[in-house]
């Protein structure tokens, strides 16, 4: 199973970027999926995960501003990030809960990672 991010880079303060993140290879059913952040100099936080019912939840101090959806055909996950701030500067990874097949238990696969970089 491996985890794809993409759409990070610089964006001015107020604007909007909007992050994806594939999950491929051997599967068998993907479950939670989410993203986190982690800032330089800063722990790994969560940012918001969502269910494969599609049941979110966001951190507190990012509700209104971030939203994550996802297309379970697809096996992606999005984030629109609005209104960026220069504190959202990090490098931002999905996660996963998934199943490589039928016969194993549910794991966490980790993106790579993808960058945003909100200048002022």
């Known amino acids: 199973v491996q985890l794809q991010a993409s759409g990070g880079g610089l964006v001015q303060a107020g604007g909007s970027l909007r992050l994806s993140c594939a999950v491929s290879?051997?599967?068998?059913?993907?479950?939670?999926m989410a993203w986190y952040r982690q800032a330089p100099g800063k722990q790994r936080e969560l940012v918001a995960f969502?269910?494969?019912?599609?049941?979110?939840n966001t951190a507190d101090s990012l509700k209104g501003r971030f939203t994550i959806s996802r297309d379970n055909a697809k096996n992606m996950v999005y984030l629109e990030m609005n209104s960026l701030k220069p504190d959202d500067t990090a490098v931002y990874y999905c996660?996963?809960?998934?199943?490589?097949?039928?016969?194993?238990?549910?794991?966490?696969?980790w993106g790579q990672g993808t960058l945003v970089t909100v200048s002022s």
């Open positions: 996660k996963s809960e998934a199943r490589a097949s039928p016969f194993v238990g549910f794991q966490h696969y």
């Open positions: 290879g051997r599967l068998f059913r993907v479950n939670l």
């Open positions: 969502i269910t494969n019912g599609g049941n979110t």
